[in-house]
T-cell receptor, first 110, second 110 residues
């Protein structure tokens, strides 16, 4: 099992650009989520999904969209990047209790 | 959603037992308590989860009093490699909406 994979590992964007952060898991977990972590801070929940076709907002959803068309994939879309979205983004999947985290995507918005 | 409060940082020496306490006064009936460990530049890693009384696994113990308004993560005989940030989360596994707090930065000294 590859577990939870995220691409890209690093990304630099200009203000106003859009992009999609990819997340995939091969553990057949129903639950998936996206977090952001700013320097020296805890993780903040952006969006989460309890199954294919079902998504919901977390603490900080503004500026981000998600969709869950398959159990395996949960992409995060930045609609119009802003410097405030500079952060490390973590994707996680879960069978219902323990969450398994990916290695993260480090995003810089100039 | 129940918020959690933890000490910002703790120091310990190798070989000592470390106890990290988390307050969660607004914990709901269906909420479980989960602890994660995070090393720099990595995603969090699950340590332990419990609902009440005491839970023990190969790496830690979790003590939860009867009122469930707090919990204590106990790490026996810490080593330098236990230096990390430890997060306490409270949430309902059925909703999958977990909120991370600011965490406790544990530093283990030789």
């Amino acid at each position: 099992n590859a577990g939870v994979t995220q691409t890209p590992k690093f990304q630099v964007l200009k203000t106003g650009q859009s992009m999609t952060l990819q997340c995939a898991q091969d553990m057949n977990h129903e639950y998936m989520s996206w977090y952001r972590q700013d320097p020296g801070m805890g993780l903040r929940l952006i969006h989460y999904s309890v199954g294919a076709g079902i998504t919901d907002q977390g603490e900080v959803p503004n500026g981000y969209n998600v969709s869950r068309s398959t159990t395996e994939d949960f992409p995060l879309r930045l609609l119009s990047a802003a410097p405030s979205q500079t952060s490390v983004y973590f994707c996680a999947s879960s069978p219902g209790d323990e969450q398994f985290f990916g290695p993260g995507t480090r995003l810089t918005v100039l | 959603l129940a918020k959690t409060t933890q000490p910002i940082s703790m120091d310990s020496y190798e070989g000592q037992e470390v106890n990290i306490t988390c307050s969660h006064n607004n914990i709901a009936t269906n909420d479980y308590i989960t602890w994660y460990q995070q090393f720099p530049s990595q995603g969090p890693r699950f340590i332990i989860q419990g609902y009440k009384t005491k839970v023990t696994n190969e790496v830690a113990s979790l003590f939860i009093p009867a009122d469930r308004k707090s919990s204590t993560l106990s790490l026996p005989r810490v080593s330098l490699s236990d230096t990390a940030v430890y997060y306490c989360l409270v949430g309902d596994p059925g909703t999958y909406k977990y909120i991370f707090g600011t965490g406790t930065r544990l530093k283990v000294l030789a």
